[in-house]
T-cell receptor, first 116, second 111 residues
Framework: DAGVIQSPRHEVTEMGQEVTLRCKPISGHDYLFWYRQTMMRGLELLIYFNNNVPIDDSGMPEDRFSAKMPNASFSTLKIQPSEPRDSAVYFC??????????????FGAGTRLSVL | GQSLEQPSEVTAVEGAIVQINCTYQTSGFYGLSWYQQHDGGAPTFLSYNALDGLEETGRFSSFLSRSDSYGYLLLQELQMKDSASYFCAVRVGQAGTALIFGKGTTLSVSS
C-alpha cells in the first residue's frame, strides 16, 4: 500500500489567500484525522471523520478552517483567508476501526505551510 | 479535558538505556500510545498499553499504571538512529479512535 498521501508537500502563500490541503487515506481505512503541528502547540487534533462523516471538529481553531471528505479516498482541509499564524505542518492520518485494540494511526508525510 | 506531561528533552549515549515518562489526565481512558517522529518526518506508531504492565517490542518497551495515570517508554541499547521526538498520546472520542498527543520529548543520542 502507498500509505497516506498528502499534497502538496510544501505550500507558500501570502496572507489572505485561500489554501487547500489534500489527503488520500489508506484504502479501506474508515477513520481520517487532520492534525496541525507547531513548536509552540505541538501536535493538535483539528478534526476527524468516520466513514466520511465529521465526528468532532472541536479542534478547528477558527471559522477560517474547514474540512470535507466527499468520499472514502479523499479529504481536504481549507483555510480561507490564510494568516501568518497558520504557518505549520499539517498532517493527515488514517486508521482502521477493526484495529481498535491498538488504534494505530498511519500518518502522511505532511504539508509544510508558510503564510507570508 | 485531557492533558499529558512529558519531559521536553532527554540526552543519552549510544548503548545506554533511557526512560521517557508520561503522566496524563483524561475524563475517559482507553489506553496510552507512543509515537516516534524523526526530524522532518511523520509520526509513526511504536507501542500501546491498554492494561497495566509492560509491553515489549524489540529494543522498545512501554509501561502503564492506570491507577497512577502514568506510563513510560523504555528504549534500550540506544542507537544514533533513535534520535527523534517521542510522543505519548491518549485515546479519546468515538470509541477511543482519536488521539490527543503530549508535547513530545526530544531524545538526542550521542556517540
Amino acid at each position: 500500500d502507498a500509505g497516506v498521501i498528502q499534497s502538496p508537500r510544501h505550500e507558500v502563500t501570502e496572507m489572505g489567500q485561500e489554501v487547500t490541503l489534500r489527503c488520500k487515506p489508506i484504502s479501506g481505512h474508515d477513520y481520517l484525522f487532520w492534525y496541525r503541528q507547531t513548536m509552540m502547540r505541538g501536535l493538535e487534533l483539528l478534526i476527524y471523520f468516520n466513514n466520511n462523516v465529521p465526528i468532532d471538529d472541536s479542534g478547528m481553531p477558527e471559522d477560517r478552517f474547514s474540512a470535507k471528505m466527499p468520499n472514502a479516498s479523499f479529504s481536504t482541509l481549507k483555510i480561507q483567508p490564510s494568516e501568518p499564524r497558520d504557518s505549520a505542518v499539517y498532517f493527515c492520518a488514517s486508521s482502521l476501526r477493526s484495529g481498535v485494540a491498538k488504534n494505530i494511526q498511519y500518518f502522511g508525510a505532511g504539508t509544510r505551510l508558510s503564510v507570508l | 479535558g485531557q492533558s499529558l506531561e512529558q519531559p521536553s528533552e532527554v540526552t543519552a549515549v549510544e548503548g545506554a538505556i533511557v526512560q521517557i515518562n508520561c503522566t496524563y489526565q483524561t475524563s475517559g481512558f482507553y489506553g496510552l500510545s507512543w509515537y516516534q517522529q524523526h526530524d522532518g518526518g511523520a509520526p509513526t506508531f511504536l507501542s500501546y498499553n491498554a492494561l497495566d504492565g509492560l509491553e515489549e517490542t524489540g529494543r522498545f518497551s512501554s509501561f502503564l499504571s492506570r491507577s497512577d495515570s502514568y506510563g513510560y517508554l523504555l528504549l534500550q541499547e540506544l542507537q544514533m538512529k533513535d534520535s527523534a521526538s517521542y510522543f505519548c498520546a491518549v485515546r479519546v472520542g468515538q470509541a477511543g479512535t482519536a488521539l490527543i498527543f503530549g508535547k513530545g520529548t526530544t531524545l538526542s543520542v550521542s556517540s
